[in-house]
């Protein structure tokens, strides 16, 4: 087994590796390392070759920190390989704890797209790891897209069924948005975030997202528009048998239209046609109590029908323990804040 830093002439090879693995999701993906790669980070490949054929990949996103202080380095949704193979996954830990040396990080963050329970995390913790704070949310909720259609719309709650129904009779309707019609999104994005109280990134980092991700198909921008009104969008992903509804926005005009319930169904419609098996909804409370801040969160996006799923969580590997001490007070918010992004349901 070989351990190498791939160039972008692999990329295909790690893509389609990534996307059929059961473990690969979007943000193991080649374009997300190059959204990154423009937005602070320093993105590598690590894949584990045998015979010339990747056996494992991490993609893994270094950052300098303010300062001079150090770096630190974060696999999201990552490593991809086979888990059950024992074996596999310490030559994939070596490798990495090599990577984050010759990297001199302070520590290495990774969070696997793995659902609990799993055995997995206590293989972590076996090989000196040590539990972390997540980056993205842990809870979240899974739409099956392999029911027809007419399953997907009776496992709905009957009030989410409704709405999306009223707002197609109401002459709603949904398409697929260009760049140029970011700007537009974005400010009722911006609307969004202020009602629901949630952090978002500047207009430019969207703007990379579907630069890079949408001619791939791998990316969309969906509104809805009535009468020439904007009244919703979301921007949805999909990437092997996984997709994701990441940012969603909604006006604050036309409410009694319900725009945002008929254009996430059309999101998970996008999703089906591209061989997507699970919609992810992108993020619930850890504790379903209706005293949580996402409690009106969770309580949109249980009525899609979906199941709720809870992952291992993220992991770290640390080099330099009393920087790595000091740094995780500072951090945690950041992460906190960082993994409440997207998970709005833009009712």
Do not use: C
Request: charged letters at 25%; glycine letters at 8%.
């Amino acid at each position: 087994m070989q351990a190498t830093l791939l160039e972008r002439n692999h990329r295909d090879a790690w893509n389609r590796f990534v996307a059929s693995s059961p473990h690969g999701h979007i943000l193991q993906s080649w374009e997300w390392g190059d959204v990154k790669g423009r937005t602070g980070w320093r993105p590598l490949r690590l894949g584990l070759l045998d015979a010339g054929e990747i056996r494992a990949a991490a993609q893994v996103l270094i950052r300098s920190l303010p300062y001079g202080v150090g770096r630190l380095a974060y696999v999201p949704k990552g490593p991809v390989l086979d888990y059950a193979d024992p074996a596999l996954l310490d030559v994939t830990l070596d490798a990495l704890r090599d990577l984050a040396a010759r990297e001199r990080v302070i520590s290495l963050k990774i969070e696997p797209e793995m659902v609990e329970p799993s055995p997995v995390s206590d293989t972590f913790l076996a090989d000196g790891l040590v539990p972390a704070p997540a980056v993205q949310m842990r809870s979240t909720i899974w739409v099956d897209l392999t029911a027809s259609e007419d399953e997907m719309l009776a496992r709905q709650k009957q009030k989410t069924r409704y709405n999306i129904r009223l707002a197609e009779r109401k002459g709603v309707e949904v398409r697929s948005g260009t760049p140029a019609d970011l700007p537009l999104w974005y400010r009722m994005y911006e609307v969004t975030s202020r009602r629901d109280t949630f952090s978002i990134h500047g207009l430019d980092y969207y703007r990379t997202v579907l630069d890079i991700l949408q001619p791939s198909g791998l990316a969309d921008l969906l509104l809805a528009y009535h009468d020439g009104d904007l009244l919703a969008g979301i921007i949805v992903f999909a990437f092997g048998h996984e997709a994701q509804y990441m940012y969603g926005a909604s006006s604050n005009e036309k409410r009694n239209l319900m725009a945002p319930y008929l254009v996430q169904w059309r999101g998970m419609q996008w999703a089906k046609a591209r061989g997507a098996r699970v919609y992810d909804l992108w993020g619930i409370p850890d504790h379903l109590d209706e005293r949580e801040d996402l409690w009106g969160v969770y309580r949109h996006k249980r009525g899609y029908g979906g199941e709720i799923v809870r992952y291992i969580g993220a992991f770290d590997l640390v080099r330099a323990p009393l920087q790595h001490m000091a740094l995780e007070r500072v951090a945690r918010p950041l992460f906190k804040r960082v993994a409440r992004m997207g998970t709005q349901a833009a009712q």
